[in-house]
């Protein structure tokens, strides 16, 4: 990731390959220059650089394949564009064309048979919002305004996570634009193996133009946020611990630090309860003994609507910001690790920053490793490390070098005196360039047929959303694959 520079500062691309996209998209929907492109070229992280030569506002699939085909011809980069809220702004390639999804947000409800239809620009609130009308919600991250489709893809952690899985668990079908150009429908019984790939294996296999989603009747939940002094961070995190190992189904909990009201950061505690109301709401339920290991600063708990408590995420970090974040993964919170979370809680370079760690546990850990891409499948916590700050006006270049920020060296020291703790790999929707050993490490023994599916679709590299490993870890006879 590197800072922004004039929104329009881009390589041109050849006039026959814009006269060929112009032939088969409609007027105004590709973009070269302008306001409308400096608005379609804006992401959540205001820290990258990168910027298409081309945008396409893709209206349909006929738009996707339109786009793909045309690259290919031409020898074009291509990337794709859901929400934009990939912290490395993998939604755009340098001189490239970025296929934009924004405009397909549509969300159709099936209310008989508890699914959603989604656009490929569909973002978590979109779904939420809409199901929510109907008595019903989706599996979500915590933020409203990350795209459906990207989480989905890559895993998908939330704090549904322990009644109904990840957000990938509870993809049931979806429509993909292929590297040549051509549409197909997968679900487990058609094209099984590329539906398999894109339940955990990132967005490398092709576009989703649309994806149908399971639904579950849990429009409410208990939830809210528990702020405790970080001077008491020990024995709380210990506390915790102990707690989260024992866990029901239905109670997710978030946990980590962030600048509290005052500045001083804090111990932060977000359940999420996803059973019978009136349990989860009992004053000496499983949730509101969470506000009782201690003295809290803040402790906010009720029934709620699940699109509020996106919506407070977003709240919480608003696009335009300047950012970078690494991830690592860990069984439990020990001493040592708690040691030094809190240290670097103690050393937070912005009041924007945060450290956050996410329950894998109940309905997550059942399905067998080899079901989906997805590379792990035991209980674990997987942390997010996020650094943010606001442009006081100075270039930042996080992608490193002379520029580097304290901003970045506090990410990059934190995540690297987490690493003796860490099991190997990370979730692929939060690892870049920088950690090659995680990349390598992240889909454990899905490896070989995940590389088997993508030289099968995508032989040459066309999708790039997030990171694959190279090779497999344990070499042996190739998978076959259908897709």
Request: net charge negative.
């Amino acid at each position: 990731m590197q800072s922004p520079t004039d929104a329009d500062a881009h390589e041109p691309v050849s006039s026959a390959f814009l006269a060929e996209l112009k032939s088969q998209i409609p007027a105004g929907r590709v973009l070269i220059g302008g306001p409308e492109y400096t608005r379609a070229v804006a992401l959540f992280n205001a820290a990258v650089q990168a910027r298409p030569s081309v945008v396409v506002r893709c209206a349909s699939t006929a738009d996707v394949q339109a786009g793909v085909r045309a690259c290919r011809t031409h020898g074009v980069p291509l990337s794709v564009r859901g929400g934009g809220h990939d912290f490395w702004g993998r939604a755009f390639r340098p001189g490239g064309l970025v296929l934009d999804l924004t405009d397909m947000r549509d969300v159709q409800v099936d209310v008989n048979h508890r699914y959603a239809t989604v656009g490929g620009g569909a973002l978590s609130s979109d779904i939420v919002s809409a199901a929510e009308r109907a008595g019903l919600t989706a599996v979500t991250g915590t933020a409203g305004s990350v795209g459906m489709v990207g989480l989905t893809l890559g895993g998908g952690y939330g704090p549904l996570l322990g009644q109904f899985g990840l957000a990938a668990d509870n993809l049931l079908s979806a429509e993909v634009v292929l590297a040549d150009g051509s549409r197909v429908n997968t679900d487990a019984e058609h094209h099984p193996d590329l539906f398999w790939a894109l339940r955990g294996g990132g967005g490398n296999f092709g576009v989703v133009t649309s994806a149908r989603i399971r639904l579950h009747p849990v429009p409410t939940v208990i939830s809210g946020t528990i702020l405790y002094p970080i001077d008491h961070s020990a024995g709380i995190l210990s506390d915790l611990n102990g707690i989260l190992q024992d866990s029901p189904d239905e109670l997710t909990v978030d946990v980590g630090f962030l600048p509290g009201p005052e500045g001083k950061p804090t111990v932060y505690v977000a359940p999420t309860w996803s059973g019978n109301l009136e349990v989860g709401n009992a004053e000496n339920g499983p949730v509101r003994t969470l506000a009782k290991l201690g003295t809290p600063v803040q402790a906010v708990i009720g029934p709620v609507a699940r699109s509020a408590t996106l919506a407070a995420t977003d709240a919480m970090f608003p696009p335009g910001r300047m950012g970078a974040i690494r991830t690592r993964t860990i069984q439990s919170v020990t001493g040592s690790i708690a040691t030094v979370l809190d240290r670097a809680a103690q050393e937070f370079t912005s009041p924007f920053s945060a450290i956050v760690w996410h329950q894998f546990h109940g309905a997550a850990t059942r399905p067998s490793l080899g079901s989906t891409a997805f590379g792990r499948r035991e209980p674990h916590l997987m942390v997010e490390l996020i650094s943010m700050w606001e442009n006081g006006g100075k270039q930042e270049h996080p992608g490193g070098g002379d520029g580097r920020s304290s901003h970045l060296r506090w990410l990059e020291e934190t995540h690297t005196a987490l690493e003796p703790f860490s099991l190997p790999g990370g979730y692929v929707n939060f690892l870049g360039p920088e950690t090659p050993d995680q990349i390598a490490n992240s889909y454990g023994p899905n490896t070989e047929r995940l590389l088997a599916v993508k030289s099968a679709v995508d032989p040459d590299s066309v999708f790039t959303a997030t990171p694959l490993p190279t090779h497999a870890a344990n070499t042996g006879s190739p998978h076959a694959v259908e897709h």
